[in-house]
């Protein structure tokens, strides 16, 4: 189980790099659907543009949940390795993007008329899905 967890991490890095890579040298803007389209965001804070411009702030934030995930590792009941992976993943993807670059590239983008959802990325699914993962868990052990 210990493989899948550093395997799912470094899928979700890699496919986070690779897809904001792709959309950072190709400056796309294309409306697949009616709502639904590719843009190029480049976010100086983090979800919904929170901390906006306090990049050093979210990146040892980032830091911090990643060394505590990795301290509370071998203390991971089993069904909680892959949401945490998932967060890892996303965090690694993100964290990469704000010490290299200043920011992060999100790029996916839904919206109704003129009312946008928050850009966002790769990473930023794994997080969510992640985070879902854990709470779904918690509230059936709960039962």
């Known amino acids: 189980m210990v493989d899948r ?3 799912i991490i470094l ?4 496919l986070d790099q690779l897809t904001k890579w ?6 796309p803007s294309l409306q697949l659907l009616p709502f639904f389209s590719i843009v190029t965001v480049k976010n100086f804070g983090a979800g919904f543009g929170i901390l906006q411009g306090k990049v050093i702030t979210l990146t040892l934030i980032s830091l911090l ?11 991971m009941q089993e069904q909680e390795l892959i949401p945490f992976a998932l967060i890892t993943g996303g965090l690694i993807g993100n964290l990469i993007d704000r010490v ?3 920011h992060v590239i999100d790029f996916l983008d839904f919206f109704i008329g003129s009312y946008h959802w928050p850009a966002f990325n790769i990473a ?20």
């Open 22 to 27: 792709i959309i950072a040298t190709t400056t």
């Open 11 to 14: 899928s979700i890095a890699i």
């Open 5 to 7: 967890f550093y395997n």
């Open 65 to 75: 949940v990643l060394g505590g995930i990795l301290w509370y590792k071998h203390k």
């Open 124 to 143: 930023d699914i794994a997080l969510v899905v992640g985070v879902g993962l854990l709470v779904y868990i918690d509230s059936k052990n709960k039962k």
């Open 100 to 102: 290299f670059r200043g």
